[in-house]
């Protein structure tokens, strides 16, 4: 996210930057979010081809992964969500993303609160995605929550947990609880050296941005 030092300026003005202030926070957890339902897609690939049994929903998913029409893929995978087992359950993931994708933030989490998943880097996707649903939704407390949820689940990982961190420390900023924030980008700092060799995001920098601001 970022943020401007603006000099003097009048009431209205002071206003309409603060509203888009609010929406450059939205866009920054949320493009965030890219980058792990992109790691959501890829273990699902991996995990559910390497681990389902031979069912109907085996073969029903399998049709929604060759299927080039969008909508149609979409309610190929509907379909393969109803019939349970682990490519149900892979089916139900693939409806939400493609829901959130849709901006359909509400139906989206109906599915995720619905799917069963024992991958542990599945789950902190999962919970990733729906934190990513609720800040769609103004429902920062319940993406918070998630969050939660979602670094518990990525149990140190350094591909997912820094990305969820992030995620948490622009909604503290949001909700000007900076001490929160600092903590956040303090964790990345200290806990995942190899994330900030990786990345492009320059943590350091806002991680002092929030220490100031929380008057550290």
Same mark, same amino acid.
């Given at each position: ?36 339902? /992109?790691?959501?897609?890829? /273990? ?6 390497? @681990?389902?049994?031979?069912?109907? /929903? ?115 900023? /949001? @909700? @000007? ?40």
């Amino acid at each position: 996210m970022e943020t401007k030092e603006p000099k003097t300026q009048p009431t209205g003005q002071v206003a309409a930057q603060h509203e888009e202030g609010k929406k450059v926070n939205r866009k920054l957890i949320t493009g965030i979010a890219v980058a792990v339902v /992109a790691v959501v897609v890829i /273990a699902l690939g991996w995990y559910f081809i390497n @681990q389902s049994g031979a069912n109907a /929903a085996d073969e029903a998913i399998g049709k929604a992964d060759i299927e080039q029409n969008d909508s149609v893929a979409l309610e190929l995978y509907k379909e393969a969500a109803t019939m349970g087992h682990k490519s149900g359950n892979r089916a139900k993931l693939m409806v939400a993303i493609n829901l959130y994708q849709d901006g359909k933030y509400q139906e989206a989490l109906e599915y995720l609160e619905d799917a069963s998943i024992d991958d542990e880097v599945i789950a902190a996707g999962a919970y990733s995605l729906t934190g990513d649903c609720y800040v769609n939704l103004e429902k920062y407390d319940e993406a918070l929550n998630a969050y939660s949820k979602a670094l518990d689940k990525a149990e140190g990982n350094s591909m997912v947990a820094p990305l969820i961190l992030i995620k948490r420390a622009n909604i503290f900023r /949001a @909700q @000007q609880n900076y001490a929160a924030e600092f903590e956040a980008y303090d964790a990345i700092v200290n806990q995942y050296p190899e994330f900030l060799r990786a990345s492009q995001f320059d943590v350091r920098k806002y991680r002092e941005r929030a220490r100031v601001a929380a008057g550290k």
